[in-house]
């Protein structure tokens, strides 16, 4: 009990002094927050009514006009010792602190912002990664998406997305902002800044002959974040020093954030027309990987889009990991946890990861565990293997050997790495399950080609698991596809509307209908150990509703 009072008072206490530390930043530095107003600036006028792409291709066409060129070393210099400058020192963006200096060299005092580096020296952040247009001008130079920052909180954000982090194991400063090894989150007060010069980059350059996404993938950085930073540009609206610093930029290069201006244009335009891919307009935004094998002659049961959710189920206690998370739902959601499930990963080869899961994942006292027939089996005399006695299962195959089943089938991502040795989708079957099964989608049938006592049967189309392990298959393929979904696991065998889009109604179905047990906890906190990270469909099962159909299938 002592202890838990003393967690609980040292989080009260912790809480308490950031709100102290943030509120004496405003006063100190004098930064309001500007109130609500929904009447479009004069300069914008004839732009009164206009959403979606045609607001983005206006705006588009006004941030181009008039724009001045500059090489990067005077515009950088500018930005310290004009734009970003008050009483001969630099504002920096991520450790929201001043640092002294002159003539471009500007140092940090201590380690005023308490990242553990002291002495730091002022660097320019390119809050739009340079690699992603490989350093060409004019974006490497316009200010409005540039910064000053500390050089350790800027090679802490390399070229990661933008998104909240789970883990902050890898950096963190005292203002807010910290950094997993694949995302970095801003501190609160600068999260809208960080979102409007987003949506001004690709507003401005969203057309680039060579593209603005040459070392990032385009859905990893841009389209995964946009509900992020939608939020952001709402709940941190623009203050004094932004828009002074509008002013500034404007003067020196001639155009002008129209995001700061007026932060409801990036509403007004919207999700839809941020994430169209408008160097390829022609192109369909739902086209699906892989190949069609055909129809499946009407034994689909599934709807052929599925139903709008609007589920929220109440989530109570929740593990620490998930605290930033919680209150996400939605395609939001699960783009925060695809940047979870990548958080402390450690790759192995297939072989080793295999090995593992026979030896201490899914063995109990000598034995190992199968999926599809609910069945443990142990070593055969003289050999490694792990073998059925007689028909144990009763499917008509005597002395199977137990062999590794990808609930997602190899053939979908062409046997890649991480994906293949990925213990959170594989598990141990019999090898005769494991091969009727083959890649064939998951499925409800009525008649079957094949079956097992446990329930687990087969038609020769689909595959339909015993209903004791219908949540654990669901719960491997929610994880599956929030972790991979960028990556190409549609290669081969049935398309992404066959294979996943169609059955997701059934997988949260089987997800309720058979919920977590102490099994998949263990599995869970044992995979943690040899392989870094987690399945947060275990941990939270109500996360998986509310994703929703819709979100999982974005």
């Not at 940090?108 to 809050?127: I, P, Y």
Request: net charge positive; aromatic share 14%.
């Amino acid at each position: 009990m002592k202890i838990l009072l003393f967690g609980l008072m040292a989080a009260t206490s912790f809480a308490s002094s950031y709100k102290v530390r943030l509120q004496n930043f405003r006063n100190t530095y004098k930064i309001e927050k500007l109130g609500e107003n929904t009447l479009i600036p004069e300069r914008y006028k004839n732009l009164q009514g206009v959403k979606g792409e045609e607001l983005l291709k206006q705006l588009h066409e006004l941030t181009g006009k008039n724009y001045k060129s500059f090489d990067y070393r005077s515009a950088k210099k500018h930005m310290y010792d004009v734009v970003d400058n008050k009483n001969k020192k630099v504002f920096t963006l991520y450790s929201n602190k001043y640092a002294n200096g002159s003539n471009g060299q500007y140092n940090e005092s201590g380690d005023a912002n308490g990242d553990g580096k002291r002495r730091d020296f002022v660097n320019c952040e390119h809050t739009w990664p340079q690699s992603g247009f490989r350093k060409a001008l004019p974006m490497r130079s316009d200010i409005h998406h540039l910064y000053p920052t500390f050089s350790r909180a800027n090679s802490m954000r390399g070229h990661m997305p933008f998104g909240y982090v789970g883990n902050a194991k890898r950096y963190s400063n005292n203002l807010g902002s910290k950094a997993s090894d694949i995302m970095f989150e801003p501190a609160d007060v600068v999260k809208g800044n960080v979102a409007r010069a987003q949506f001004y980059f690709y507003t401005r350059y969203y057309d680039y002959k060579a593209g603005i996404f040459q070392n990032n993938d385009r859905d990893e950085y841009w389209t995964n974040q946009i509900d992020t930073l939608l939020k952001w540009n709402r709940e941190d609206p623009p203050d004094e020093w932004e828009i002074s610093r509008n002013n500034h930029i404007e003067k020196y290069q001639g155009n002008r954030n129209p995001f700061i201006d007026h932060y409801q244009f990036a509403d007004l335009i919207g999700r839809s027309a941020f994430v169209k891919d408008q160097s390829n307009s022609g192109s369909s935004d739902n086209n699906d990987s892989g190949n069609d094998n055909g129809s499946d002659n009407g034994e689909d049961q599934t709807p052929d889009q599925p139903p709008v959710d609007d589920s929220t189920s109440p989530i109570g206690d929740i593990d620490a990991r998930y605290e930033a998370v919680k209150n996400l739902k939605g395609k939001e959601l699960f783009s925060a946890l695809h940047r979870l499930t990548g958080e402390n990963y450690k790759g192995s080869g297939y072989s080793h990861s295999k090995a593992f899961m026979y030896s201490d994942i899914d063995n109990t006292d000598g034995k190992v565990r199968t999926l599809y027939s609910s069945m443990y089996f142990a070593k055969g005399n003289n050999t490694k293997r792990y073998l059925e006695t007689k028909d144990a299962n009763g499917d008509g195959t005597s002395g199977d050997f137990v062999n590794c089943e990808h609930t997602w089938p190899q053939s979908m991502f062409n046997k890649s790495r991480p994906m293949v040795s990925d213990i959170h989708h594989l598990y141990p079957t019999l090898s005769k399950p494991n091969g009727m099964r083959g890649r064939n989608p998951f499925g409800e049938i009525n008649g079957s080609k094949y079956s097992t006592s446990a329930g687990s049967k087969s038609n020769g189309k689909r595959f339909e698991p015993a209903d004791e392990a219908k949540g654990n298959v669901a719960r491997a393929q929610f994880y599956f596809y929030t972790r991979y979904h960028n990556k190409n696991i549609f290669s081969s065998g049935f398309s992404k509307s066959q294979y996943w889009t169609k059955n997701l109604p059934m997988f949260l179905k089987w997800h309720k209908e058979d919920p977590v047990d102490e099994w998949e906890k263990t599995r869970n906190n044992r995979i943690e150990k040899f392989q870094g990270n987690r399945n947060p469909f275990i941990d939270v099962p109500e996360f998986a509703d509310r994703i929703g159909a819709n979100g999982f299938s974005r």
